[in-house]
């Protein structure tokens, strides 16, 4: 694989996620024991031979089974599964109004608190300091359970020993 390649496979991966295209946009499955080994390739959706580039926009992140299956279909109905892979990249993404692409790390919302035609809907009636203390409290209780969990071993683990000591269990 080039350089470029490499580079916009990895540019893929981060914007829309890892794992195969075709799979993820439920064109067709791997299935069985290839479907634990499969390697990631980048798949150009705008063939090289006709002035195709490895960019994001070109590319699509396809497992090797995949990409071989891929090739062997006629022109056409690989153009098919190109488009299809097109179409699920473009619901995918979530686009800027100057049309460029950006990863989840990039977005920002707008604060519609300031708006006047917003309805805000609370989702809990608790303030900020309020669900605060209460994943504390919560913090607090999964480390009690931790600890009881572990005595309650170490108990076991005594009465056992006495037994064994008290020839009442023989192993």
Same mark, same amino acid.
């Given at each position: 694989m080039s350089k470029?390649?490499?580079?916009?496979?990895?540019?893929l991966k981060r914007i829309y996620g890892d794992g195969c295209f075709v799979e993820r946009a439920g064109i067709r499955k791997i299935t069985g024991y290839k479907k634990d080994a499969h390697m990631i390739t980048y798949h150009h959706l705008r063939h090289q031979s006709e002035g195709g580039k490895a960019t994001v926009e070109n590319g699509a992140n396809v497992a090797l089974e995949n990409h071989e299956w891929l090739? %062997?279909?006629?022109?056409? =109905?690989?153009e098919k599964v190109n488009d299809a892979i097109r179409e699920w990249k473009a619901n995918f993404?979530?686009?800027?109004?100057?049309?460029k692409i950006e990863d989840s790390g990039q977005l920002t919302f707008p604060d519609l608190t300031k708006r006047?035609?917003?309805?805000?809907?609370?989702?809990?009636?608790? %303030?900020?300091?309020?669900? =605060?203390e209460l994943q504390k409290q919560k913090q607090e209780r999964e480390k009690k359970q931790?600890?009881?969990?572990?005595?309650e071993k170490?108990?076991?683990?005594?009465?056992?020993?006495e037994l064994i000591d008290e020839g009442e269990i023989e192993l």
């Amino acid at each position: 694989m080039s350089k470029k390649n490499s580079k916009a496979r990895k540019a893929l991966k981060r914007i829309y996620g890892d794992g195969c295209f075709v799979e993820r946009a439920g064109i067709r499955k791997i299935t069985g024991y290839k479907k634990d080994a499969h390697m990631i390739t980048y798949h150009h959706l705008r063939h090289q031979s006709e002035g195709g580039k490895a960019t994001v926009e070109n590319g699509a992140n396809v497992a090797l089974e995949n990409h071989e299956w891929l090739h %062997t279909l006629p022109r056409k =109905e690989e153009e098919k599964v190109n488009d299809a892979i097109r179409e699920w990249k473009a619901n995918f993404l979530t686009m800027k109004g100057n049309g460029k692409i950006e990863d989840s790390g990039q977005l920002t919302f707008p604060d519609l608190t300031k708006r006047e035609d917003c309805i805000i809907i609370k989702a809990y009636d608790t %303030t900020k300091e309020q669900y =605060e203390e209460l994943q504390k409290q919560k913090q607090e209780r999964e480390k009690k359970q931790r600890f009881n969990r572990s005595k309650e071993k170490q108990k076991l683990q005594q009465l056992i020993d006495e037994l064994i000591d008290e020839g009442e269990i023989e192993l």
